[in-house]
């Protein structure tokens, strides 16, 4: 049998307060349209994977027994989407509206990087390999 850190991740699904807001905010920005939708959750295909955004109130039902974070408790994670241009895309970004947390920045492990927040709290970075 596979170890399951040698397999994909497929899935990453986040917990969302305000669904319609943040739904919005991922065609517009990352100009997706979702795979599958209803009333509490849309599912967006990424090149390597899906993002599911699903409305928070459906999310105790998954955790159980475990707790939610409330989207005051601040960033626990950062998704990364490689590009060729992060000055380009950061451009881009500030076009849709989007405030760029930080960068575009050179990290000294030789990657320029932004970051952005989500309407819901998560955090996304874009990253370009420096050479």
């Given at each position: 049998m596979k170890t399951l850190g040698s397999m994909n991740?497929?899935?990453?699904t986040l917990f969302v307060e305000d669904f319609q807001k943040v739904k919005t905010f991922y065609q517009e920005v990352f100009g997706i349209q979702a795979v599958y939708e209803d009333e509490v959750s849309a599912v967006f295909n990424f090149a390597n994977m899906s993002v599911n955004l699903l409305n928070i109130s459906e999310s105790y039902e998954l955790m159980k027994p475990g707790t939610i974070a409330t989207h005051e408790s601040g960033s626990r994670f950062l998704l990364t989407i490689?590009?060729?241009?992060?000055?380009?895309?950061?451009?881009?970004?500030?076009?849709?509206?989007?405030?760029?947390l930080n960068g575009p920045i050179d990290r000294p492990w030789g990657v320029r990087t932004a970051s952005f927040i989500d309407p819901a709290g998560h955090a996304w970075e874009i990253a370009q390999q420096l050479a």
């Amino acid at each position: 049998m596979k170890t399951l850190g040698s397999m994909n991740v497929d899935v990453i699904t986040l917990f969302v307060e305000d669904f319609q807001k943040v739904k919005t905010f991922y065609q517009e920005v990352f100009g997706i349209q979702a795979v599958y939708e209803d009333e509490v959750s849309a599912v967006f295909n990424f090149a390597n994977m899906s993002v599911n955004l699903l409305n928070i109130s459906e999310s105790y039902e998954l955790m159980k027994p475990g707790t939610i974070a409330t989207h005051e408790s601040g960033s626990r994670f950062l998704l990364t989407i490689r590009v060729d241009d992060v000055d380009a895309v950061s451009a881009e970004l500030k076009k849709r509206g989007v405030a760029l947390l930080n960068g575009p920045i050179d990290r000294p492990w030789g990657v320029r990087t932004a970051s952005f927040i989500d309407p819901a709290g998560h955090a996304w970075e874009i990253a370009q390999q420096l050479a």
